[in-house]
């Protein structure tokens, strides 16, 4: 899994093994897409707050792109996340994934900031049943 995702958001940037990592691993979800006992895709759910879930790592090689690998990876945690009982989740995007994200449910808040030298967006959905708005989740108020 790791260095799945190593190929996919770090080695691209020219950063080295082990950036891929951070002290949140032990404690968090993760998820994995494998094909032919290879990992293809990988995504990781984590409590950031109470009744905050954050969704970090989302990515899938290159060649496995385009075939709802990635909505059935999101849609698998946003289940494991109204499983552990969360309100929200948030995601901090790169700013060509928004559409994926919108797609999903999932409103952007706030501008848009650098984060490695690429764009950013967080995103939020609302898992309770009141809207995003009436919740303040989403809200740029």
Not at 81 to 97: E, G, P, S
Not at 101 to 119: N, T, W
Request: aromatic residues 10%; charged residues 20%.
């Amino acid at each position: 899994m790791y260095h799945q995702r190593w190929l996919v958001f770090r080695e691209p940037l020219g950063m080295e093994k082990g950036t891929e990592q951070d002290q949140y691993e032990s404690s968090a979800f993760h998820l994995v897409a494998v094909c032919n006992n290879q990992v293809i895709g990988s995504a990781r759910l984590r409590e950031l707050s109470p009744g905050l879930g954050t969704i970090a790592y989302v990515g899938l090689l290159p060649e496995f792109r385009h075939q709802g690998i990635g909505t059935k990876l999101i849609k698998t945690l946003i289940e494991k996340a109204k499983a552990n009982n969360f309100n929200a989740l948030r995601v901090m995007t790169r700013i060509n994934a928004l559409n994926f994200y919108s797609r999903l449910g999932f409103i952007a808040d706030g501008e848009p900031f650098d984060y490695v030298g690429i764009s950013h967006q967080f995103m939020y959905l609302n898992l309770s049943s009141k809207g995003n708005r009436e919740q303040g989740v989403g809200s740029r108020e």
